[in-house]
Nanobody
Framework: QVQLVESGGGLVQAGGSLRLSCAVS????????MGWYRQAPGNQRDLVAT???????NYANSVKGRFIISRDTAKNTVYLQMNNLKPEDTAVYYC?????????WGQGTQVTVSS
């Protein structure tokens, strides 16, 4: 079992920045990819960014050049640095741990960007 705890959400004005953290614990030996997803009211949950155990990253087109995903293996923590935030970035952001046959979700953290 893997536990994920997100933090760092909040209210920010357009153009501002936030950094989300996802602390990972438990049986993480079979986790090979970590990701951030988001879900706005009435919408499906969409990919924001992923990072593999080898450090390869992938971003949604809507956040490329503004968001950066990173990981600190010593702290078992994944980060999402969000810059130049826009009102359309408002959503609940979820951390996801992806293994070969399993995946785990965190509880989510709200990000609200005011115009």
């Amino acid at each position: 079992q893997v536990q994920l705890v997100e933090s760092g959400g909040g209210l920010v004005q357009a153009g501002g920045s936030l950094r989300l953290s996802c602390a990972v614990s438990g049986s993480i030996f079979n986790i090979n990819t970590m990701g951030w997803y988001r879900q706005a009211p009435g919408n499906q949950r969409d990919l924001v960014a992923t990072i593999t155990s080898g450090g390869s990253t992938n971003y949604a087109n809507s956040v490329k050049g503004r968001f950066i995903i990173s990981r600190d293996t010593a702290k078992n923590t994944v980060y999402l640095q969000m810059n130049n935030l826009k009102p359309e970035d408002t959503a609940v952001y979820y951390c996801k741990a992806i293994g070969t046959l399993v995946h785990y979700w965190g509880q989510g953290t709200q990000v609200t960007v005011s115009s």
